[in-house]
């Protein structure tokens, strides 16, 4: 699954950051028990600046979203799922969205966790299997102006990736959104879409 595979990354980054850092010490340990005070400074200056880089790199790629190849193999996998969500969010009218912190509905102010009127605690755990197995995060349906339904798969802050169902062909189109990422203007809105197959659609507001 989509999550598993981003899970999995930054674990990797995650470890691998640790032992860095776990080596730093263990050596800067040896050399402050061993070596004289000017030696123990510059050791410990250019211990200090690989540790930095580390981290910024261990930063870099655990905001980095995952690649589309990724999110397309994961859809193609769990198309069933996928599917039956959208089927669910249309039938389920009020709901805007669903996840593991609860449901938001156009009936309620905030969030809150079912059983409710509008959804049942059934209902609501039948969608939670259905996001684990999709490896999504979020079900969610905005009707209006910019009216929007799919799964969230990724999210950093404000950043999120999606996987879209779309009645219409939408303005916006990005050919590859791995290109999208480094060519983006940040002064647009919106969004942009990447066709998958049909009506759905790579979606996100990077």
């Known amino acids: 699954m989509a999550g598993a ?6 674990t990797k980054v995650i470890l691998l950051s640790c032992l ?8 800067g340990l040896f050399i402050f028990l061993h070596e004289p ?9 250019a211990f200090s600046i690989v ?11 655990a905001m980095l979203p995952p690649r589309e190849i990724q999110l397309i193999q994961n859809f193609s996998q769990h198309r069933a799922a996928f599917e039956q969500l959208r089927e ?4 389920d009218g009020p709901v805007q969205a ?3 912190w609860g449901v938001k509905t156009t009936q309620t102010d905030g969030r809150f966790r079912p059983p409710a009127e ?5 209902r609501y755990q039948q969608y939670l299997a259905l996001l684990k197995q999709a490896g999504g995060i979020v079900a969610f349906h905005h009707e209006g102006k910019d009216s929007k339904l799919g799964i969230t798969v990724w999210s950093r802050g404000h950043v999120q990736v999606a996987i879209c169902h779309e009645a219409r ?12 990422y480094h060519l983006r203007r940040r002064a647009e809105t919106g969004g942009v879409f990447r066709p998958i197959e049909g009506n759905w659609y790579l979606w996100t507001d990077w």
């Open 51 to 61: 540790a930095a880089g580390g981290w910024c790199l261990f930063l870099y790629y």
């Open 37 to 45: 005070p000017k030696t123990v400074f510059w050791a410990g200056a």
């Open 118 to 122: 509008s959804l049942t605690a059934e």
């Open 20 to 27: 860095g850092v776990a080596i730093l010490v263990f050596f």
């Open 98 to 100: 669903v996840a593991a």
């Open 88 to 91: 669910m969010l249309l039938a």
């Open 169 to 180: 062909e939408p303005v916006r189109l990005a050919a590859s959104l791995d290109k999208f």
């Open 5 to 10: 595979l981003i899970g999995m990354k930054q």
